[in-house]
C-alpha cells in the first residue's frame, strides 16, 4: 500500500499534523518509537501543558527561520485549533493552558481522532526514496514523508541520522533550558534550598542576559526557571566561558542592602557561603550578597531539558512550507527542525504551529 503521507514521530508536533492531515482526508500512517504516542506532552508545564504565550515574537526563538510559521499561526490560530478539537483553553497571564490545567487533557484530545492511524513502539532507522515514492525501513511506503521526531530531550528518542540518505545536515541534540553546572566551592551545604533572585549571566567582562525567578540550589550547580533561561542565551559548545551572578536582593540598590544584617536578608546557609566568598575576594559581604559569582562548568542532564538545541539545518527547509529543497515531498517540523525557543509556552507553540503548517501544505 502506498500512502499519502508517513509522519515520522507523534509528539505535539506530529500529532498536530496527523490532525490536520486527517480533515483534509489524507490516506497517512503515524509511527512513534515510544510505547504511547505523545508521552511527552504529559509533562510540559510542570504536567499543566502551557500550550501558547499571548506574547508572541519572533525574538523569543534561536533563528528568525520561525518569522513565517508564526505569521501564520499565531497564538489565536493555536486556541481555535484545538477549540475545533472540542477543548477548551484559558490564559493564565500571557501563558495559555487547556481548562482543566491537565496536560492529560492535551494529550487526549489531540489522540481523539488519530490514535487508530499510530503505530508505536516503532523506531525509524532508514528514509530513502525511490523516484517519487518514500520507503521508511524497507516496510512503509508513501508519496511524502514529515520528520517530526523531537530530541531526546526529558525522555525518548531522535532519528536524526535516518535522513542521511536524503542528504539532509543536522546539529546534533545539547541540552536547552535546563539546569547549569557551577563550580562548588561557594555552594557547599546549599543543596534544596531555593532563593528569589536576579540572574545574570556574562560572557567575560559582557552583560549577556538577565533574567528574574527562583533559584535552586543542587550540589553541582543551579536550577530553576531563571538559571533555564539564561541557558538560551549561551552558545553550547563554549559554555565554559560563562559565568552566572546572582543578586539575592534584587528590589534593594547597594546602599540600602548595606543598612540591614545579612542574616536578615538571606538564609543562614547562603549567608556563611556569600561571608566565605567575600572573604576570599576580598569584597564587602554586602556587594558579595548582590554579585554572587559562580563559573559556570556544563550543563544539566539531557534528560532532565525541557528542550534540546540542534536538529535538521533550517537553511535546508523552506520557511513557508516546511518542506525540504533537497527533496521534495519530504517535510519537518516542531523539535526535529533547529529550532528552539524561551520558556513560557514557545517550544510547544512552534511544535503546534509547524505540524499544522507543514500539514496545509502537503498535498
Not at 89 to 98: E, I, S, W
Not at 126 to 154: C, H, P, W
Not at 171 to 176: G, H, I, Q, W
Not at 204 to 211: M, P, S, T, V
Request: charged share 25%.
Amino acid at each position: 500500500m502506498i500512502y499519502d503521507l508517513v509522519i515520522i514521530g507523534c509528539g505535539a508536533s506530529g500529532l498536530a499534523c496527523a490532525n490536520r492531515v486527517k480533515e483534509k482526508g489524507l490516506n497517512y500512517i503515524a509511527l512513534e518509537a515510544n510505547e504511547r504516542a505523545g508521552k511527552k506532552i504529559l509533562a510540559t508545564g510542570s504536567g499543566r501543558c502551557n500550550l501558547t504565550n499571548l506574547d508572541m515574537r519572533k525574538e523569543y526563538y534561536n533563528t528568525a527561520f520561525t518569522d513565517n510559521v508564526l505569521r501564520n499561526y499565531p497564538p489565536e490560530k493555536i486556541i481555535e485549533f484545538f477549540e475545533r478539537l472540542g477543548m477548551k483553553t484559558k490564559a493564565v497571564n500571557n501563558l495559555v493552558y487547556p481548562y482543566t490545567e491537565s496536560a492529560n487533557t492535551v494529550l487526549n484530545f489531540l489522540l481523539r481522532n488519530v490514535k487508530e492511524d499510530i503505530r508505536c513502539s516503532y523506531a525509524v532507522k532508514e528514509i530513502s526514496k525511490d523516484k517519487d515514492i518514500f520507503i521508511v525501513n524497507n516496510e512503509y511506503k508513501a508519496r511524502n514523508a514529515l520528520f517530526a521526531t523531537g530530541s531526546n530531550a526529558t525522555m525518548g528518542y531522535h532519528s536524526l541520522a535516518a535522513v542521511k540518505a536524503l542528504g539532509h545536515t543536522y546539529k546534533e541534540f545539547k541540552p536547552s533550558l535546563v539546569s547549569l553546572t557551577t563550580d562548588t566551592e561557594y555552594i557547599k551545604g546549599l543543596n534544596g534550598i531555593r532563593a528569589k533572585a536576579a540572574l545574570k549571566l556574562y560572557k567575560g567582562q559582557n552583560l549577556i542576559a538577565q533574567e528574574r525567578g527562583e533559584v535552586h540550589f543542587k550540589d553541582n550547580g543551579i536550577s530553576g526557571i531563571a538559571a533555564f533561561m539564561l541557558t538560551f542565551y549561551m552558545e553550547y559548545d563554549n559554555v565554559k566561558d560563562y559565568d552566572i551572578v546572582i543578586d539575592f536582593t534584587p528590589d534593594m540598590d547597594l546602599s540600602q542592602t548595606e543598612k540591614f544584617a545579612l542574616e536578615g536578608l538571606v538564609r543562614e546557609r547562603i549567608m556563611n557561603n556569600i561571608l566565605k566568598q567575600a572573604k576570599d575576594t576580598a569584597q564587602r559581604a554586602a556587594y558579595t550578597l548582590k554579585n554572587f559569582r559562580l563559573k559556570v562548568k556544563g550543563l544539566g542532564d539531557i534528560k532532565k531539558a525541557q528542550v534540546c538545541s540542534g536538529g535538521l539545518n533550517c537553511r535546508e527547509f523552506d520557511p513557508v512550507t516546511l518542506q525540504s529543497k533537497l527533496t521534495k515531498g519530504f517535510y519537518a517540523c516542531g523539535e526535529a527542525l533547529d529550532v528552539n525557543g524561551q520558556c513560557g509556552g514557545y517550544n510547544l507553540h512552534w511544535a503546534f504551529a509547524s505540524g499544522l503548517t507543514a500539514a496545509d501544505n502537503i498535498k
